[in-house]
T-cell receptor
Framework: QKEVEQNSGPLSVPEGAIASLNCTYS??????FFWYRQYSGKSPELIMF????GDKEDGRFTAQLNKASQYVSLLIRDSQPSDSATYLC???????????FGSGTRLQVQP | GAGVSQSPSNKVTEKGKDVELRCDPI?????LYWYRQSLGQGLEFLIY????????KSGLPSDRFSAERTGGSVSTLTIQRTQQEDSAVYLC?????????????FGPGTRLTVL
């Protein structure tokens, strides 16, 4: 079992719809969770992080964390074609500084 | 302010040669990380520096890989006797090094191709 799992996609949504990206993790000692966006040929850029159970909103993005079920999700409201990218879920375990990344979900927003 | 910078942006080398990759972190960031991303693969952690020391080297794949950081700033990742499987994008990230939600910011990466 991979430490951080994501559906590779592609996830295709129409412009203006809500895109829902999911991530599960195996280590219950994980404490912080990050979402990065990576455009083709570019480096990852941070979207947001979450460390408490519940929802955290930032503009069109909402991160959701459920530690009991060991999953974290990212919702993108009013999806735009410019949101088309690979979304990487990353987890930091207690006592470690390094991030463990999932393999990413490719999102395609259709105009 | 300036972000993380890396050089060179692209490096093509022959199998068996040594290469050096450079990372210049965000000013004031004490923590520095090296990752690599192979074609179709996720990001793989290599090494973490806090200041000039490396408390976590667990991701280095073999003793051909080494890294150093001097003056609490610039870091160099060295790969000796390169192999074709070393071909990847090598990404550097830096962070303030404070707190559990300390966020890492990535540089543009160095694309290494070993022929």
């Amino acid at each position: 079992q991979k430490e951080v799992e994501q559906n590779s996609g592609p996830l295709s949504v129409p412009e203006g719809a809500i895109a829902s990206l999911n991530c599960t993790y195996s280590d219950r000692g994980s404490q912080s969770f990050f979402w990065y966006r990576q455009y083709s040929g570019k480096s990852p850029e941070l979207i947001m992080f979450i460390y408490s159970n519940g929802d955290k909103e930032d503009g069109r993005f909402t991160a959701q964390l459920n530690k009991a079920s060991q999953y974290v999700s990212l919702l993108i409201r009013d999806s735009q074609p410019s949101d088309s990218a690979t979304y990487l879920c990353a987890v930091r375990r207690t006592g470690r500084r390094a991030l463990t990344f999932g393999s990413g979900t490719r999102l395609q927003v259709q105009p | 302010g300036a972000g993380v910078s890396q050089s060179p942006s692209n490096k093509v080398t022959e199998k068996g040669k040594d290469v050096e990759l450079r990372c210049d972190p965000i000013s004031g960031h004490t923590a520095l990380y090296w990752y690599r991303q192979s074609l179709g693969q996720g990001l793989e952690f290599l090494i973490y520096f806090q200041g000039n020391s490396a408390p976590d080297k667990s991701g280095l794949p073999s003793d051909r890989f080494s890294a150093e950081r001097t003056g609490g700033s610039v870091s160099t990742l060295t790969i000796q006797r390169t192999q074709q499987e070393d071909s990847a994008v090598y990404l550097c990230a830096s962070s303030s090094g404070l707190g559990g939600t300390d966020t890492q910011y990535f540089g543009p990466g160095t694309r290494l191709t070993v022929l």
